[in-house]
């Protein structure tokens, strides 16, 4: 399974930005799609998954200002990000888990897009 974000950029304090995550392959299901990011020097940690089910989640630093959304049909997961910080400065990764039409499980990840937020 192949994922690839889009969407990332520069942005001043304040602004909004949204990436894009689109899977494809040999996709059966997909169970949860997510966010998570990377600063330098620090940890990958998550930002938001989206469940089949819909239900939702969020770290703490960006809840309130970033939505997770995602449009079944496409395989495409959104990440709306709003008042954005200088400290969300990171590389945004896009991350699947699921099964394959083998009945293998997949937990895939995309390469990651930048997000410089910066005056």
């Known amino acids: 399974v192949q994922l690839v974000e889009s969407g990332g950029g520069l942005v001043q304090p304040g602004g909004s930005l949204t990436l894009s995550c689109i899977a494809s392959?040999?996709?059966?299901?997909?169970?949860?799609m997510a966010w998570h990011r990377q600063a330098p020097g620090k940890q990958r940690e998550l930002v938001a998954i989206?469940?089949?089910?819909?239900?939702?989640d969020y770290g703490d630093s960006v809840k309130g200002r970033f939505i997770i959304s995602r449009v079944k049909a496409g395989n495409t997961v959104y990440l709306q990000m709003n008042s954005l910080k200088p400290e969300d400065t990171a590389v945004y990764y896009c991350?699947?888990?699921?099964?394959?039409?083998?009945?293998?499980?997949?937990?895939?990840w995309g390469q990651g897009t930048q997000v410089t937020v910066s005056s």
């Open positions: 991350n699947a888990r699921g099964v394959e039409f083998d009945w293998k499980e997949y937990d895939s």
């Open positions: 392959g040999s996709i059966f299901s997909i169970n949860a």
């Open positions: 989206i469940h089949n089910d819909g239900s939702l």
